[in-house]
């Protein structure tokens, strides 16, 4: 059960696929890995569970030898074939031990063996012990009842019950604290009507008979407010009519508390309720997208990269980039929504230099947080972030150092502008032989403060 409900999150730990166990070659992995196998097995457990339904509802025989044919025979088929699609998955495994690491197995295994315990072993005994011996059988046809958590298989074909099933247990708190305030606000109007209408003996022994409502007892107020103020029953309304329209002050009284109860409890508290499960039902959705994302990088990209590692679990940026050019790694890309450039550009952002490694588990997040259906946030743009603001400071640096380099070749021009000049003469224009003297632009702002060429991002500016 831990293989459904349970969320893969580790992204760098090999991902779990019962058939590597199996067999190469044989019948059995055959079968066992077979698509129509498992449709076939699916549809049989649907079958049982209908059967369980219908031997609970027809077959009052104690023990299942002396029911019915119909119902041995339905019997027999299913002890039969569940148990030989154990035993086809048993020697499906080339290490016989490795099933105890399959949960579905061991669950199956469970399953197989109460039902081989009913049905070939306390069954039988006892038949064959006749009617000197009374044994009480009742507790023993309620080990079939185990046989109905074999629905569970379901879960595998129709993802989305896993989905509304981990909603209601992670609401569960919420749905606690709805439960709670609506009880405190039960037993307080309980105490409010009770007190109105104890002594409205006749109406209340008319109610009770008629509709099973009545105010009573605290037990019956409490039973009333649940049943026609919290779940708004069929009978709420003519309830409440007959206690607002009535000619009595109490009367009146107690039908605006009940209506105010009504409003209170089951328009407002359990639609909230409902509006608290159905955002939790879409976060778990968006971790269960999540989930699937990280079973496709660890299925299909996790051993692209690996294969590049050298034991340390990292990975180098040309190394990362020949896996990214890759054909499959593409494919990957796109099925995932994933913008091949701004990814590239956010990995650039891991490396220090071009010798640096990074461990493969932050590049495997990071392809998941770069994934088209993520909802933008702070996490998820914080990196693309930090690479424009020092982008943005690396061409400020730029700017500042080009910026002084000209102040410096305009000082130095106008001093050699003084001393050349007669004194007493009046500011006059730069001659062209100066003028073709001062650097050009090209060449002032053609190089870094160390002399070196100009980088691509300077030429582009300039």
Known sequence: MASVFGNDDDLQSPPYHVEEFYYKTGICQAIAQSEKFANFTVGVVIVNAVYIGFDSDYNNAQNIYTAPVVFQVFSQFFALYFTWELLVRLFAFERKRNCLKDGWFKFDFFLVSTMVLDTWVLMPV????????????????????????????????????????????????????????????????????????????????????????????????????????????????????????????????????????????????????????????????????????????????????????????????????????????????????????????????????????????????????????????VESMSGALVRIIKEVAKVKSMLETDMHQMEQHIERDIGRLSVQMPSGAGIQMPSEALIDNYPAQETLLGSDPEGGPASDMEKQLY
């Not at 059988?137 to 569970?152: G, H, I, S, V, Y």
């Not at 981990?166 to 606000?185: D, P, Y």
């Not at 007959?242 to 009367?251: P, R, V």
Request: aromatic residues 6%.
């Open 126 to 377: 006892l038949f064959s012990m006749g009617g000197g011996v009374q044994i009480p059988t009742q507790p023993l046809r309620m080990l079939r009842l185990f046989k109905l958590t074999r629905m569970a298989r379901l879960m595998k074909s129709f993802p989305e019950l896993v989905t509304m099933i981990k909603g209601l247990v992670r609401s569960l708190r919420a749905i606690s604290s709805s439960m709670i305030l609506v009880g405190l606000m039960v037993y307080v109007w309980a105490i409010m009507l009770h007190m109105l209408m104890k002594e409205e003996t006749e109406y209340n022994d008319e109610l009770w008979a008629d509709k099973t409502l009545g105010f009573k007892t605290m037990t019956q107020c409490i039973w009333t407010l649940l049943m026609a103020g919290t779940m708004m029953l069929d009978d709420a309304s003519p309830l409440m009519a007959s206690l607002l329209f009535s000619t009595k002050f109490n009367f009146v009284m107690a039908g605006f508390a009940f209506v105010c109860y009504a409003l209170l409890s089951a328009m407002c508290i359990l639609q909230m309720l409902i509006g608290v499960l159905c955002d939790v039902v879409s976060t778990v959705k968006q971790e269960e997208q999540s989930a699937t994302a990280i079973g496709l990088l660890k299925q299909e990209l996790l051993s692209s990269l690996t294969a590049c590692d050298n034991g340390d679990g990292k990975i180098s940026q040309a190394e990362l980039a020949a896996v990214m050019d890759d054909k499959h790694s593409k494919a990957l890309m796109k099925k995932l929504r994933v913008n091949h450039s701004f990814l590239d550009e956010i990995s650039k952002e891991m490396f220090d230099h071009g010798a640096s490694q990074v461990p493969i588990n932050d590049v495997l997040n990071l392809m998941v947080l770069c994934r088209g259906d993520n909802v933008s946030t």
